[in-house]
């Protein structure tokens, strides 16, 4: 009696639902309870034969594979429901959703000998393969035609209409299923929760959250993590300390999401307290959780606790791929890139294969520290290993040769990408902003539009940011419109000073006064970027009143101190000078020293002013008092106007000539061969004097000389610079 009863609720004879469509196949996607063993107590309903073939099938289909249980299935001469249940349950299991799709529309039709009517388990399989292959509407007319038909919807059933929908994107749908459910397990509110967290009603979730009667391990994993994804960190933590109270024993997620959190948040006590609840559960050996903790550590710049971690561990991780990736991805973000390049290195020389992820945080590291060559063979490394340029990569490798000074490369690897998304357009408007072609990149911003991608925040950053470097103020304020009233864009504080930047180096200097007024923007940032320009146009009433605000808003910053400072300078107002100096030494602030370097044979070549500390410091002084007497002869005059002490004008003179970057060309040009372009990178701002000096020396050396400066690059050949003087 009760198995006729189970038999009848679970296989009611229903009409056929209207055809389905069978897009590509899509991920996979994880259900709480397992279908292929679903598909086996399926398998009791039929014949002794039928249900002997249905378990082979199933048993099949797990050990063997679908192509060889689809064999024997080919082969049955009457299928039944069970051996249909086997087949497309396995599908569903095994990720092969376009296949399940095939083979539920073949049920329908009748192949093999009749039509079968789907029971309970089929119509799960089904739900979980148009979940996976994307096809809402599909499921949703599985959906429809199981109310409407009167199926007996079990709670895994139910989950699989919750999971459809959420998979899907149609979150609201999900809620809706989810408030029409009789019966609701943990599974079902986890679901449901992680839809408002993906749609991005975090206060619905939490509401879900305090709600839901079953609070274990995974559904405090869903909502902290569901919390950082959408940039709920504070809230995310409070849930940490919540679930420690409640006292829920972590598992292995639960300490990978904790590790992930103290690194977002940059709190490394908080961290060390879960490394040490993590070595107490005895989980310190789980690869995923391992990596998450050298993770923590590198997003909290403790490297050499992380470097500790990897050598005392990578030995027994069972994945150890990922943790050279952790480690290389973490010398990067700590602005080690060398160490990066040279722990890449050492993972080659251990017979570790270079994965595409890896790659990706070199060519990161080569291309912030200008190592060009480097870079050169991280893309052979791609081409030789047969490496896809997916987005990711592309995006790595395009801003690699950017920045390494070769736009010409970055644009080839922007051709040769097979998947362009918003990042790899973005990535190469950038590259054309900070060459200050500013045209090429509305044309890529507008090629963008074309192709149907949509801009985010920093492709607008970026093209006004290419606005400013090429004084398109029209242009500029044209996007920053359309930013607005187009794509909804908020503007933030790099946008305003891009605006501020914009009308500033354009000598508009009231106007951009007036715009900071106007949007009552309170940013130091902003203030700083006038008082620069203040400098460059001598406009000493806004620089006091760009000082005042700066000592305001950030009293130990250096920056702000050094331009007011130079202002007075610039002006011959030397008391105003001394007193804003000594104001700095009362304060503690330090000026950050100008750098200039250069690569030659996998070194780094670094040089400050003045610099005498490099073994060749007398034959890069003899050839550059040599190079100076000769720019004079070609018309070449000093600015010792921009000199910031009270000294004499030889003195001053002499000052300008042994700025870091002149000493690092004079060195390229000593020891690079004759026609081979010079790349010179400077942590701060190239002077207007230097400036003026590497066109001469481009001209008298017959040199291509590219320095990246802190804000953008200069292209030097013939005597002209790339940025026509407008920098």
Request: proline content about 3%; glycine content about 8%.
């Amino acid at each position: 009696m009760a198995r006729a009863a189970r038999k009848a609720a679970a296989a009611a004879p229903l009409s056929p639902p209207p055809s389905f469509s069978s897009p590509s196949s899509g991920g996979l996607v994880p259900r709480a309870r397992d279908l292929l063993g679903r598909a086996k107590e399926a398998a009791l309903y039929g014949t002794p034969r039928e249900r002997a073939r249905g378990c082979a099938l199933a048993c099949l289909a797990k050990s063997r594979g679908f192509h060889d249980a689809r064999r024997a299935f080919d082969g049955t001469p009457a299928r039944s429901l069970p051996a249909w249940t086997a087949i497309i349950s396995g599908c569903a299991r095994g990720g092969r959703h376009a296949d399940g799709m095939r083979a539920f529309a073949e049920m329908l039709a009748g192949g093999g000998g009749g039509a079968a009517a789907p029971n309970a388990f089929v119509l799960a399989g089904v739900l979980r393969c148009c979940a996976g292959l994307g096809d809402v509407e599909s499921g949703r007319r599985v959906h429809g035609w199981m109310l409407r038909s009167g199926v007996r919807q079990d709670v895994v059933l139910c989950n699989a209409v919750l999971d459809m929908y959420a998979k899907c994107g149609h979150h609201d749908r999900a809620r809706r299923a989810f408030g029409a459910m009789a019966e609701k397990d943990a599974v079902s509110w986890n679901i449901v929760l992680s839809a408002c967290l993906q749609g991005g009603d975090v206060l619905a979730a939490m509401r879900l959250f305090d709600e839901s009667p079953s609070q274990d391990a995974s559904s405090w994993n869903t909502i902290i993590s569901g919390l950082m994804r959408n940039g709920c960190a504070a809230e995310a933590l409070d849930r940490l300390k919540q679930m420690v109270r409640a006292g829920v024993v972590f598992n292995h997620y639960t300490y990978s999401t904790a590790f992930a959190l103290a690194g977002m948040l940059s709190l490394l006590d908080l961290g060390r307290q879960l490394h040490g609840r993590l070595v107490m559960a005895a989980l310190e050996d789980d690869a995923f959780v391992c990596c998450s903790l050298m993770d923590m550590y590198c997003k909290c710049g403790e490297m050499e606790a992380a470097l500790l971690i990897f050598d005392c561990w990578s030995w027994f991780i069972g994945d150890v791929k990922f943790a050279w990736s952790t480690m290389v991805a973490g010398y990067v973000q700590n602005g080690r890139e060398e160490e990066a390049i040279e722990f890449f290195r050492r993972m080659l020389r251990e017979g570790v294969p270079a994965e595409q992820f890896i790659l990706t945080s070199v060519a990161a590291a080569c291309g912030n520290a200008g190592m060009v060559e480097q870079g050169r063979q991280v893309h052979g490394f791609v081409e030789k290993l047969g490496h896809r340029f997916d987005a990711p990569l592309a995006s790595a490798m395009i801003g690699m040769y950017s920045k390494c000074g070769s736009l010409e490369d970055a644009l080839r690897i922007f051709h040769s990408a097979q998947a362009k998304n918003v990042a790899v357009w973005t990535t190469m408007l950038c590259s054309y902003a900070s060459y200050g072609q500013g045209r090429m990149a509305i044309e890529i911003f507008n090629r963008m539009k074309a192709e149907t991608i949509t801009p985010n925040e920093v492709t607008l950053v970026a093209v006004l940011s290419a606005c400013s470097h090429s004084g398109l103020v029209s242009d500029g304020e044209h996007y920053f419109k359309l930013m607005q009233e187009e794509y909804g864009i908020v503007p933030s504080t790099e946008h305003y000073n891009c605006m501020v930047d914009l009308y500033s180096r354009a000598g508009l200097l009231d106007k951009a006064k007036n715009f900071i007024e106007e949007n009552n923007i309170h940013e130091a940032i902003v203030w700083k970027t006038l008082l620069s320009a203040c400098r460059l146009y001598k406009h000493m009433d806004y620089a006091k009143l760009a000082s005042e605000k700066l000592v305001q808003l950030e009293q130990c910053d250096a920056g702000s101190y050094v331009l007011m400072s130079n202002m007075y300078a610039t002006n011959s107002k030397w008391l105003d000078t001394f007193k804003l100096r000594s104001l700095m030494q009362e304060r503690k602030v330090k000026k950050q020293p100008g750098q200039s370097w250069i690569h030659l044979k996998n070194a780094v070549h670094t040089f400050v002013a003045g610099d005498v500390s490099h073994p060749r410091s007398a034959e890069i002084y003899a050839y550059l008092d040599k190079l100076m007497e000769r720019l004079k002869e070609m018309g070449y005059t000093s600015r010792t106007d921009l000199v910031v002490h009270d000294v004499e004008e030889e003195q001053r003179e002499t000052t300008l000539k042994f700025h870091s970057e002149r000493l690092a060309i004079a060195f390229g040009i000593i020891s690079h061969p004759l026609g081979m372009p010079l790349r010179i990178f400077k942590n701060l701002r190239v002077c207007e004097d230097c400036h003026e000096a590497i066109k001469f020396i481009s001209r008298a050396a017959d040199r291509e000389i590219v320095v990246r400066d802190l804000y953008r690059f200069h292209h030097f050949k013939s005597g002209s610079c790339s940025c026509e003087d407008f920098w």
